[in-house]
């Protein structure tokens, strides 16, 4: 895989989980610029379904 070159090249994303101590549970969706190492995103709730995942990553685009 070719190495980026330059901001907005290659994103990665990734899903975080865990539980809170009264038993409820909660996921983060982080999304990183590859080539600056910046946190473009941190979206945290209950749930993640894949539509949300794709309106945070358009509105990263849009921004």
Do not use: K, Y
Not at 43 to 61: F, K, N, T, Y
């Amino acid at each position: 895989m070719a190495l980026p070159r330059g901001p907005n090249q290659r994103w990665s994303l990734d899903f975080v989980s865990n539980v809170l101590a009264d038993g409820r549970s909660f996921r983060v969706l982080v999304v990183v610029d590859d080539f600056t190492r910046e946190c473009l995103a941190l979206v945290v709730d209950s749930s993640l379904s894949g539509r949300r995942v794709a309106r945070e990553l358009d509105r990263l685009i849009d921004a």
